[in-house]
């Protein structure tokens, strides 16, 4: 087996359990090794310290599949390792009865590059490292057996492939073509996932927890719900029981399958919502000018910041949104602000919404704070794969 030699020192974060080798801590490849071959990853001293995934494309160049030396990685491997990662799932309280559910989180699961998430009888898997794209049947197998599920779909169409060195892919990999009606039940509320065309693998699961917390703080509250994507949290806030829920995105697709899902709750009143096609940066400017005051504000925009390069462009739109947010809550309103950058740290988001708040001279204070869902866990040793931030916060 080709080996990857570090270079003195670098063994250290290998030693934390950090998953990733960047292109600055190799002295050399000894060997032939091609994107996604297993190497061992080796220190100055000569110490095998585990065994990686080769990705000669990206500056990430290895991803550890184990933090062993003799482990094999073979079909074997990844029997076990996916059906651990399923077992935890399974067996976690907080996601009994849930049928939607992410099986697979990448690093955290010990399987870099690979998500897998579970809707009702279907999985969407998106295979984003040269590792995990080349291990592609044994991961759909081990998925197979693991969980009894008949379909498999694969949504490998992620930019982040790109830097992989690897070409979009999509398409059945067992059993049928997922059913456009498919739909999850969400503390009470059935929510479509689009799998073949939706964001990511078809649905925001990380935000379920958050969601219900929208539910428990809307009832009799005027709320306004920003990039609101499919309604999520407006069909949270009306099943709660708010007075009027305006929600705001600049896609009619998204938009078109949030009026899907209202029709599928026939429960809910859906006389109380307001669905609004625009740029919320803009939108927002013209709700002041309105002087229009809300209750109940969410703000779950997109990833503004992928990677720390990006921190600070990022951190004025997140200035930008939660300052117009906070001028426009009532007395007593509350924000509930989310950030899923990579390159912004609570820290630092923390920091930009007390800016935002003294800037639109209103005294808050931090009431909650949310985290990804209990099927989203972060290693330890890999503070980054925590991309899932919010504040809840509570104006004077
Ligand atoms: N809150 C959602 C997920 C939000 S995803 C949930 O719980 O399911 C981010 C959304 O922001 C997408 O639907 C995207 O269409 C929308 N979006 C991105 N930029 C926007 C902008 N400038 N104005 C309005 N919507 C935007």
Redesign the pocket.
Known sequence: MAQLILKPGKERSVMRRHPWIFAGSVATLTGRARGGDTVDVVSERGVVLGRAAFSPASQIRARMWSFDAETPIDHAFFKRTVAAAVARRTAHPMLAGQDGMRLIHGESDGLPGVIADRYRDTIVLQLTSAGADRWRDAIVAGLLQATGCANIYERSDSEVRTLEGLEPTVGVLAGREPDPDLAIEEHGVLLGVDAVSG?KTG??LD?REN?RLTRDLARDRSVLNC????G??SLQALAGGAREVLS????AH?LASAQRNVERNPQLDAARATWWE????AALRELRTEGRRFDLIVL???KFAPSAAHAQRASRAYKDINLLGFRLLNPGGILMSYSCSGGIGQELFQTILSGAASDAGRDAQIIHRLSAAPDHPIGLAFPEGEYLKGLVCQVV
């Not at 990039?227 to 499919?230: E, K, N, P, V």
């Not at 705001?248 to 896609?251: A, H, K, R, V, Y």
């Open positions: 964001h649905f925001y935000q969601r990039f609101c994507y499919t999520g949290f705001i995105d600049s896609s998204a625009a740029d919320v940066f779950d925009p997109p």
